[in-house]
């Protein structure tokens, strides 16, 4: 939806459609929160969706940085594998498996951390969790949560 920045007063602003105010259960009065990636309602938990992207974007750049393509590889296979065994089996999955199966680390790299449609397409169903330390999970999520 787009929306128009008006004069009102000496400064600029938006006029927000009130369907939208009370989708976000806000009024008058109330706060929103704005990032360079849009406008939100304050103190809601959660990410937006390019949000929780840049989130995984970023554990997996901190994978790249730790491991080698190999270690990389080794891991998301054996996920693959256990995933497969226990009946949970994503449509991604074969994707990565072929890619996880290759030699190329130019396409490793390119699913991980590619900003590309197909790259957060299959960010959504990574494999490669396990191989950071928890901790370094934890600090990357709250440094993403502000």
């Known amino acids: 939806m787009k929306v128009a920045v008006r004069r009102i007063g000496n400064s ?3 006029l927000l459609p009130k369907a939208t105010l009370d989708a976000w259960g806000v ?3 109330d706060a929103l929160h ?3 990636h849009g406008l939100r309602p304050a103190g809601r938990g959660g990410f937006m969706h390019h949000e929780l992207d840049e989130l995984r974007r970023t554990m997996a750049l901190e994978v790249v ?3 080698t ?3 990389i590889r080794a891991q998301i296979l054996a ?3 256990r995933w497969r065994r226990q009946g949970v089996w994503g449509a991604a999955y074969k994707e990565w498996q072929d890619i ?3 030699l190329d680390d130019g396409e490793l790299f390119a699913a991980m951390l590619g900003r590309d449609e197909n790259a957060v397409r299959l960010r959504q169903s990574a494999p490669f969790v396990g191989l950071l330390p928890k901790e370094q999970v ?3 999520n709250e440094e993403a949560a502000g």
């Open 100 to 102: 996880a199966e290759g």
């Open 69 to 71: 393509p190999r270690e």
């Open 12 to 14: 600029l602003g938006v």
């Open 138 to 140: 934890r600090k990357l």
């Open 27 to 29: 009024g008058e009065g």
């Open 79 to 81: 996920n693959l594998h």
């Open 65 to 67: 940085r730790r491991f």
């Open 34 to 36: 704005l990032t360079e």
